[in-house]
């Protein structure tokens, strides 16, 4: 509850650096009542303004860069760091609270509201430089990270001395409605980002909004309310600055589609057909045009190249159909291009999709480049698409509900695809498995990253699943980024790929790798190149690796 006064303590009062002398209130243009309320609206909108910049920084980074677990590590590290030095320096300007906190605001609302935009651009236009400059959107990322949390450090001292301006209170009582109306304000920005900001105006636009409304409250607190704590100088000089970032931000706000539009060319050159943001992550599609290969992205990571994309899916999906296959669940896979492999066979009775993004199963059943890739795979009466978190489905269902579960989900190595290698979901699977049913999954590229795939492999073990481990190669290398790499995104189309996809084929007891001789020929994949990829998956083993759990993940 905020206190609408409380007596000082005895001392000396403090003072102030007013014209009116040491202690004097600010001469304000409102009741001191009315006064303060004013200040600590002001600290709830800076407050959600702050926390806006820092999720939008962590969730960028995230998309960029990959890993969100180490990017939002490192942003809230540093920032949390940056707010101390900030406080630190906001000493020094106590004196001249009201210009300082005006300046300051004006400063945060441009950094931050174009931090995104700034970020989005050195990654479109440098990210495949290499070089020394192979680091820098990480070392920009910590950079603004650093000087947001400098600019937010700062503002609560200068609030507290603009507070007590209004009208003396004891320094505890004062700290304690700031904090107040200060974690109200984060809360506000919280719940505004992923609900509001991002999926309504995206991530662009939300920064230079709230960098807007941030200068604008700012601005409007010290030249209305704390204007005569000001020279005729500084109500201009001031006035002029936040004229200035509004108009850049303001601008930039008008062409933040034709920047979007410009910079995703530079990402994934001229031949952008779709580029849609859905619920749950942004899905793009090239070529498939004029002779063009389609490429499927999503969240910058290349997903589906149709040039190599049989390999794929042919290795991932017919070695797991050698045997009873009437009931088939296809975890991930929403392209449609695991479910054509499987719809190939005979005697498949019903395949369940289970794939979180309804956007890209729309665009899948509808997009006419895609859906011929998967030969209108969704158009089948036995196949049945829904929308849901593998691990929530796989709770509700029955045991021993299918006879083949194929598993084309992200890297492991990709944080949020983390729970989907992990042994409590394995022993999911094991259990909504038919006594001979198999299981595949996708595990990375082996070559590149033998540890991970290993891992997968005593993960399986663990729950009850002994494997047998495959690979198989690709003819282009920059087609074999189809399992993403986590370490990048759309900067994995300028970076070497993977040289291979890495799979596991487990079942209750070891299963034997062959190839359904009542199925149509593989077009890619023979029982001779199946045996061959089995010995070199073999040869990269790497022995004692324990198994990865919900609560302890080792990937």
């Known amino acids: 509850m905020i206190e609408p006064h409380v007596p000082a303590p005895p001392g000396p009062p403090p003072s102030w650096g007013a014209p009116g002398g040491a202690g004097a209130p600010a001469p304000l243009p409102v009741r001191p009542g009315t006064g303060r309320f004013l200040v600590l609206a002001g600290v709830f909108v800076c407050a959600a303004c702050g926390l806006v910049y820092e999720l939008e920084l962590v969730a960028l980074a995230s998309y960029l860069i990959g890993d969100s677990v180490t990017q939002a590590s490192v942003v809230l590290s540093v920032m949390v760091f940056a707010m101390g030095l900030g406080s630190l320096a906001a000493k020094r300007l106590r004196r001249f609270a009201a210009a300082g906190f005006g300046a300051l605001e004006a400063g945060l609302a441009l950094v931050g509201g174009s931090?995104?935009?700034?970020?989005?651009?050195?990654?479109?236009?440098?990210?495949?430089?290499?070089?020394?400059?192979?680091?820098?959107?990480?070392?920009?990322?910590?950079?603004?990270?650093?000087?947001?949390?400098?600019?937010?450090?700062?503002?609560?001292?200068?609030?507290?001395?603009?507070?007590?301006?209004?009208?003396?209170?004891?320094?505890g009582g004062a700290v304690a409605d700031l904090f107040a109306a200060d974690y109200v304000g984060a809360l506000v920005g919280g719940l505004a980002f992923p609900f509001v900001l991002l999926p309504f105006l995206g991530q662009l636009t939300g920064a230079l909004l709230t960098g807007t409304v941030n200068a604008v409250v700012g601005a409007a607190l010290v030249l209305g309310l704390?204007?005569?704590?000001?020279?005729?100088?500084?109500?201009?000089?001031?006035?002029?600055?936040?004229?200035?970032?509004?108009?850049?931000?303001?601008?930039?706000?008008?062409?933040?589609?034709?920047?979007?539009?410009?910079?995703?060319?530079?990402?994934?050159?001229?031949?952008?057909?779709?580029?849609?943001?859905?619920?749950?992550?942004?899905?793009?599609?090239?070529?498939?045009?004029?002779?063009?290969?389609?490429?499927?992205?999503?969240?910058?990571?290349?997903?589906v190249s149709d040039s190599d994309e049989r390999r794929y899916h042919e290795a991932l999906v017919r070695p797991a159909m050698d045997g009873p296959h009437a009931r088939v669940l296809i975890l991930g896979g929403g392209d449609g291009l695991a479910a054509r492999e499987v719809l190939r066979h005979p005697g498949v009775r019903r395949v369940d999709v289970v794939e979180p993004d309804a956007g890209l199963v729309r665009l899948a059943r509808n997009d006419p480049g895609l859906s011929a890739l998967n030969e209108h795979a969704y158009g089948d009466p036995r196949l049945h698409a829904g929308t849901a978190d593998a691990f929530r489905r796989l709770r509700s269902t029955p045991s021993a509900a299918?006879?083949?579960?194929?598993?084309?989900?992200?890297d492991p190595d990709i944080t949020?695809?983390?729970?989907?290698?992990s042994q409590e979901f394995y022993g999911?699977?094991?259990?909504?498995?038919?006594?001979?049913?198999?299981?595949?999954?996708?595990?990375?590229?082996?070559?590149?990253?033998?540890?991970?795939?290993?891992?997968?492999?005593?993960?399986?073990?663990?729950?009850?699943?002994?494997?047998?481990?495959?690979?198989?190669?690709?003819?282009?290398?920059?087609?074999?980024?189809?399992?993403?790499?986590?370490?990048?995104?759309?900067?994995?189309?300028?970076?070497?790929?993977?040289?291979?996809?890495?799979?596991?084929l487990a079942a209750r007891?070891?299963?034997?790798?062959?190839?359904?001789?009542?199925?149509?020929?593989?077009?890619?994949?023979?029982?001779?190149?199946?045996?061959?990829?089995?010995?070199?998956?073999?040869?990269?083993?790497?022995p004692g690796l324990p198994p990865s759990t919900l609560v302890h993940p080792r990937y």
């Not at 299918?402 to 992200?410: A, R």
Request: avoid cysteine; hydrophobic fraction near 50%; aromatic fraction near 6%.
């Open 226 to 303: 704390f204007r005569r704590d000001l020279t005729r100088r500084a109500r201009w000089l001031l006035l002029t600055a936040n004229v200035l970032v509004l108009a850049l931000l303001a601008t930039a706000t008008v062409l933040a589609d034709d920047f979007e539009r410009a910079a995703r060319h530079a990402v994934y050159g001229q031949d952008v057909r779709v580029a849609v943001r859905t619920d749950v992550q942004e899905v793009v599609l090239t070529g498939d045009a004029d002779g063009r290969p389609l490429d499927l992205f999503l969240d910058g990571r290349l997903r």
């Open 428 to 504: 999911l699977l094991r259990r909504v498995l038919a006594p001979d049913g198999r299981l595949a999954v996708h595990a990375g590229p082996v070559a590149d990253r033998p540890r991970t795939f290993w891992t997968v492999d005593a993960t399986l073990r663990a729950a009850g699943l002994p494997a047998v481990a495959y690979r198989v190669g690709t003819r282009d290398a920059r087609d074999a980024d189809l399992a993403p790499d986590p370490g990048r995104a759309t900067a994995g189309l300028h970076a070497p790929a993977p040289r291979g996809w890495g799979f596991l």
């Open 402 to 410: 299918y006879d083949v579960v194929i598993s084309d989900l992200p």
């Open 416 to 421: 949020a695809s983390t729970k989907l290698y």
């Open 115 to 171: 931090s995104a935009m700034v970020l989005y651009a050195v990654f479109a236009w440098t990210g495949g430089w290499g070089g020394l400059w192979a680091d820098g959107p990480r070392v920009l990322l910590v950079g603004f990270s650093l000087t947001i949390g400098v600019l937010i450090g700062a503002e609560v001292p200068l609030l507290m001395e603009l507070i007590q301006r209004v009208r003396r209170q004891d320094p």
């Open 509 to 542: 007891a070891a299963p034997a790798l062959r190839l359904d001789p009542a199925a149509p020929r593989p077009r890619t994949l023979t029982p001779e190149s199946l045996a061959g990829g089995a010995r070199d998956a073999a040869r990269t083993r790497v």
